[in-house]
């Protein structure tokens, strides 16, 4: 991957590729900015000395995950038709995975904890629909951390590299095309992209397997549960997916009929037919928010359809992640230089405000620190230890947990293993990096051709700290 380069001055040049980031730390013209995302900052070189190419930042939101994409444009023109084709020659890739269902869950378990406390109270006058109307543009705080989180990275991003234009998707699904996808007259549903809406919506709606047999990683088709021959529309609500062979199996009968010995999964077929999908609910209740903060970084900002991303992945033959969804945002008639490792990043916030626990009946339960630091560290902390002797003799790189004694826990990844290293003296340990509210690893995927093997990164909950592979100072910098 590409590493990020700053001047002597912070300001933000082009990214450079990991062996030339190597050679300018082993010959000294250089230093390590940051760890991750790995940054470097030159010594001997300034913003105005320097060639900068345009780079365009592209985005994938999601409710759960968003995918981001730091491409380089290309134009060409085409000699036969004298149009211009656009391209990209991707940078950087990287996903966030957002904490919306825990915000969403901790609310909830904070409620009902203050709701059986006050309910002791019975003097107490009721508090309850006693405040004013929501503001308008209010959104719950759920959805709010998407939009928050997202900004927060873009922000980041355009200091660590000059980015002049921005892409997102303004709308993962059409509704209209969704709901009623017999109307006629309108161009959009007669071109190119005709019908990619509907096949995306499936396919996140039925978690991109058969419906009928559970099978994977296999061509899928448009079912539909109710057969044309029988009165079955083509509503989204009427349409499955499945394997070829099951859907040949099925044909016209009725799926009561198919699934007569099976009566779990027709009745989990028929529920999950008429349920609305909540995570694309979620990206369209908050579309317009994040596109209009996106305007407020004064560039050009293109917004774009999901099935727009649909059809330009499926021309360029591009497998499916969420980063590289992002590269294919937007117009864009070719894209190169996607094989490349994605950078995950994980939201999993600086801890709570609590300063005790709870037991099951919401009443407090001992005391935790007053101070979140022991000796300067705080928990998170991307720390190295170096232990001199002992049965822990050795170094130890990864995220510390601290406790008030002083000795740390250290949580390490070693050939693809997580283990916790406890009892280091904070005396042995020493910063690389604060913690800033995120955890980091590397989704190296391999790719044979257009086969996208994917590759389940360790310890997800809570990674360890993960390098780039560089030599020389960068390895020293631990």
């Known amino acids: 991957m590409s590493v990020y380069v700053l001047d002597r001055s912070g300001r933000a040049l082009m990214p450079c ?9 082993a010959a000294g013209r250089a230093r390590v900015h940051r760890v991750q995302p790995f940054v470097i900052r030159l010594v001997d070189r300034t913003h105005d000395e320097c060639t900068l190419q345009p780079l365009r930042l592209k985005l994938d939101p999601g409710s759960k995950t968003t995918g981001i994409a730091v491409v380089r444009d290309i134009e060409a023109i085409d000699a036969g038709t004298g149009e211009v084709d656009r391209g990209a020659a991707v940078v950087n890739l990287t996903e966030i995975i957002h904490r919306g269902r825990q915000i969403s869950e901790a609310l909830t ?118 057969a044309r021959m029988r009165g079955g529309s083509n509503r989204a609500s009427n349409l499955t997916l499945a394997c070829a062979f099951c859907n040949q199996k099925k044909g016209a009968r009725s799926i009561e009929e198919f699934l007569a010995k099976d009566s779990k999964r027709l009745a989990r077929i028929l529920v999950q037919a008429k349920r609305p999908l909540k995570d694309a609910a979620a990206v369209n209740a908050t579309r ?16 774009s359809s999901g ?22 945002v937007g117009q864009v008639d070719a894209i190169s230089d996607w094989v490349r490792p994605t950078l995950v990043v994980k939201c999993t916030g600086r801890g709570s405000y609590q300063r005790t626990r709870l037991d099951q009946f919401g009443f407090p339960r001992g005391y935790l620190m007053r101070s979140k630091r022991v000796h300067g560290f705080g928990t998170g902390d991307m720390v190295v230890a170096d232990v001199p002797k002992g049965l822990k003799a050795g170094k130890h790189a990864g995220r510390v947990a601290v406790r008030a004694t002083g000795s740390f826990n250290i949580k390490t990844l070693r050939d693809g293993v997580s283990s916790v290293v406890q009892g280091i003296n904070h005396k042995h340990c020493r910063v690389v990096q604060r913690n800033d509210g995120y955890g980091y690893f590397f989704n190296r995927a391999e790719f044979t051709g257009r086969e996208h093997a994917r590759h389940k990164a360790s310890d997800a909950s809570h990674p360890a700290l993960d390098l780039p592979a560089l030599k020389g100072e960068v390895s020293r910098a631990f």
């Open 17 to 25: 590729s990991e062996k030339r980031a190597s050679k300018l730390l």
């Open 109 to 226: 378990a904070r409620s009902q904890m203050r709701r059986r406390r006050r309910g002791n109270l019975r003097y107490r006058t009721p508090r309850f629909l006693n405040r004013g109307g929501d503001k308008a543009g209010w959104l719950a705080p759920s959805l709010r951390h998407r939009i928050d989180t997202t900004m927060a990275w873009v922000a980041r991003l355009q200091r660590l590299a000059p980015i002049t234009a921005i892409s997102s998707e303004l709308v993962r699904f059409d509704i209209q095309a969704l709901q009623n996808p017999e109307v006629s007259g309108t161009e959009y549903q007669q071109g190119t992209l005709f019908g990619y809406e509907l096949r995306e919506y499936l396919l996140e709606k039925w978690g991109r397997q058969c419906a009928y047999c559970d099978i994977k990683d296999v061509p899928l088709q448009i079912e539909h549960i109710v």
């Open 288 to 303: 317009w928010a994040l596109s209009t903060a996106l305007k407020t970084f004064c560039l050009p900002v293109e917004l």
């Open 307 to 328: 099935g727009r991303t649909k059809f330009n992945r499926s021309m360029l033959g591009i497998p499916k992640t969420h980063a590289l969804d992002a590269a294919c």
